[in-house]
């Protein structure tokens, strides 16, 4: 069973993007949903979740995300959800731009003046079935 859970936290790892270890650059999951807004999480706020490593702005986030990661949890394993929908690539992301969608964190590369949240707007549900497709082949 240990082989089992540590084969699938190594795959996690593998297939989530992780700056220095840390899921969403350190951004606090819970705040997104409770706040509407992107707020940094801290160090003594730290959750590892089957092998990813989260941050909080409190404990009281902390505990929320414990109590139901998967609700927290940010979609395509926290890389751009239009990248994912337009060519299924891995693309990293800017944690201040995001989406919730029916209860479900989307996150968005915005450089460059290129914000991809735009162009996912004009074309959500085709982009969010192709990504989800091209997740499933990746995770």
Not at 43 to 59: E, I, L, M, S
Not at 64 to 80: D, L, V
Not at 116 to 122: D, F, G, I, S
């Amino acid at each position: 069973m240990s082989v089992l859970v540590f084969s699938q936290d190594q795959k996690r790892q593998a297939a989530f993007n992780l700056q220095n270890g840390i899921a969403v650059q350190g951004y606090d999951l819970v705040a997104y949903f409770t706040q509407s807004k992107a707020v940094k999480g801290n160090a003594a706020n730290t959750v590892y979740h089957q092998g990813v490593k989260y941050q909080f702005a409190n404990a009281a986030n902390k505990e929320k995300f414990k109590s139901n990661p998967s609700k927290y949890e940010p979609q395509y394993g926290g890389w751009c959800a239009y990248a994912m929908g337009a060519s299924g690539e891995k693309v990293e992301v800017d944690p201040e731009t995001f989406k919730i969608i029916n209860g479900q964190l989307y996150l968005f590369y915005n450089k460059l003046f290129n914000n991809t949240l735009r162009a996912w707007n004009k074309d959500e549900v085709s982009l969010k079935s192709k990504a989800d497709v091209n997740w499933a082949k990746i995770y």
